[in-house]
């Protein structure tokens, strides 16, 4: 008998099978399979100052940030985009944020991360508040 073929049918169609798994492993990471996360390019009103009491924050998942107050009272935001793999981070439970991606964890008051794989902290943005709205992002 002459030497077996290299790729039985079998082989072949197993392969065909397992390429779009693959495919969705590598749109998981990327943040959902719709391209990357949308990033501020410019100050965007968030909501009412009123919203976020001393010691907490808020998610504000269609702009992709989060804005914490400080026990004194003063604001923070951060870009609630993973520094991992540039997912967009949907959860936020007590100050703690995390990534849906991979589970890292970012603290809210101060971006720094709490769990890997994310090894840099979230991208800190301005923040004010203005006639009673929080106004945010990059030159707020």
Not at 10 to 15: A, D, E, F, I
Not at 83 to 102: D, F, Q, R, S, V
């Amino acid at each position: 008998m002459p030497g077996r073929p290299s790729a039985t049918r079998r082989t072949v169609l197993r392969g065909a099978a397992l390429t779009p798994v693959a495919g969705l492993g590598l749109t998981a990471c990327s943040g959902g399979g719709e391209g990357a996360p949308t990033r501020l390019t410019g100050p965007v009103e968030l909501g009412a100052e009123s919203e976020i009491a001393k010691g907490s924050a808020k998610l504000y998942r269609d702009e992709n940030v989060v804005v914490s107050r400080a026990e004194n009272g003063s604001l923070k935001a951060f870009s609630s985009i993973c520094t991992h793999a540039g997912c967009a981070i949907n959860k936020l439970e007590g100050a703690t944020l995390t990534c849906p991606c991979h589970g890292s964890e970012f603290d809210a008051m101060t971006g720094k991360v709490l769990h890997v794989p994310a090894t840099t902290p979230l991208e800190e943005l301005s923040v004010e508040a203005k006639g009673g709205k929080i106004i945010a992002g990059p030159g707020a």
